[in-house]
């Protein structure tokens, strides 16, 4: 579908300028992976955000997703695989689907998403991100899960009803993970093969298999825009949250210290003002 503001993350800065732009009377969808992944959600208790003392985060983010909803903000569950500028829009690939938005507003929270070795030499070989969009090419085949976020035991499950054979390796077995699928526990992790994926290199022993699928909470902020700068795995922003692609505005974690609510909070309305009035810019 198409929208004004696409706005990549759940958290207080992309629902807070999703109610930005919904108040400036723009078409606004947020897509986030799931909320149990955002690190405000396993705060138990925020002492310093005005007006909400000793409040749990998962109520601060439940109260702050309801509010963006019932302004009328669309809502995807998922994770954005790229983000591709063309003709004055931007084209959001989420799963096997495609959104399209006139703004983008990032508010990915801090990316940590440092690349398994073997990763970067395999993909599009054998290593995949998305289960929707590749889990038919491995019908019938032998596969491990690396599972990084809160949703992966759902796509776990998901391939497995495909028909492909499962292992879902992590550094302890979620609750969430099917009984039948078998489980590897491991922190060091590898990805090996010579042309194509062969095996997953766990704590030193391999499973074998013919692709990995690893589940994150988000990618690599250059692998999700291409050109977009960043200094020392924080996105550059300017003073309206503006980044170094026109049409791109950045807020919350992902922009830098101090990683507080109140400083997402305020971040994510300016970049919601500035998208607003970038869309109307392109319009007239």
């Not at 003002?273 to 869309?279: I, P, Q």
């Given at each position: 579908?198409?929208y004004?503001?696409?706005?990549v993350g759940?958290?207080?800065?992309?629902?807070?300028?999703?109610v930005?732009?919904?108040?400036?009377?723009?078409?606004?969808?947020?897509?986030?992976s799931d909320?149990?992944d955002?690190?405000l959600?396993k705060a138990?208790?925020?002492?310093?955000?005005l007006?909400?003392?000793q409040?749990?985060?998962?109520q601060?983010l439940?109260r702050f997703?309801e509010?963006?909803e019932a302004?009328?903000a669309?809502?995807?569950s998922g994770?954005?695989?790229?983000?591709?500028?063309a003709?004055?829009?931007?084209?959001?690939g989420?799963?096997?689907d495609?959104?399209?938005a006139g703004?983008?507003?990032?508010?990915?929270g801090?990316?940590?998403?440092?690349?398994?070795p073997?990763e970067?030499?395999h993909?599009?070989?054998?290593?995949?991100?998305?289960?929707?969009?590749d889990?038919?090419l491995y019908?019938n085949?032998?596969v491990v899960?690396?599972?990084k976020?809160a949703h992966?035991?759902e796509?776990?499950?998901?391939?497995?009803?495909?028909?492909?054979r499962?292992t879902?390796?992590a550094?302890?077995?979620?609750?969430?993970?099917p009984?039948d699928?078998?489980f590897?526990?491991?922190?060091?992790?590898e990805i090996v093969?010579?042309?194509q994926?062969c095996?997953?290199?766990?704590?030193?022993?391999e499973?074998?298999?013919?692709?990995?699928?690893?589940?994150?909470p988000?990618?690599?902020?250059t692998?999700?825009l291409p050109?977009l700068e960043?200094?020392?795995g924080?996105?550059?922003?300017?003073?309206?949250?503006?980044?170094?692609i026109p049409?791109?505005?950045?807020?919350g974690?992902?922009t830098?210290?101090?990683?507080?609510?109140s400083?997402?909070?305020?971040?994510?309305?300016?970049?919601g003002?500035?998208?607003?009035?970038?869309?109307d810019?392109?319009?007239v």
């Open positions: 579908m198409s004004d503001i696409a706005v759940g958290g207080p800065a992309g629902l807070s300028a999703a930005q732009g919904l108040t400036r009377g723009k078409s606004v969808v947020v897509i986030s909320l149990r955002n690190a959600y138990r208790r925020v002492d310093n955000y007006g909400f003392p409040a749990e985060g998962a601060l439940t997703r509010h963006a302004m009328g669309a809502w995807i994770r954005v695989l790229n983000i591709m500028p003709g004055g829009r931007f084209y959001l989420v799963g096997s495609m959104e399209e703004a983008v507003v990032l508010a990915t801090v990316v940590q998403a440092a690349r398994l073997g970067a030499e993909l599009g070989r054998g290593v995949s991100y998305c289960a929707t969009c889990g038919m019908r085949r032998p899960v690396v599972g976020s992966a035991p796509e776990a499950a998901y391939l497995q009803g495909l028909g492909c499962v879902y390796a550094a302890r077995r979620p609750e969430e993970l009984p699928i078998p590897v526990k491991a922190g060091r992790l093969g010579e042309d994926v095996a997953l290199r766990a704590d030193g022993e499973v074998p298999c013919d692709g990995v699928f690893i589940l994150r988000t990618m690599a902020l692998d999700l050109g960043t200094e020392e924080r996105i550059v922003v300017d003073r309206s949250m503006a980044t170094s049409g791109v505005f950045a807020a974690d992902c830098g210290l101090p990683h507080q609510v400083k997402a909070v305020g971040e994510g309305q300016v970049a003002h500035r998208a607003s009035e970038y869309v810019r392109q319009t």
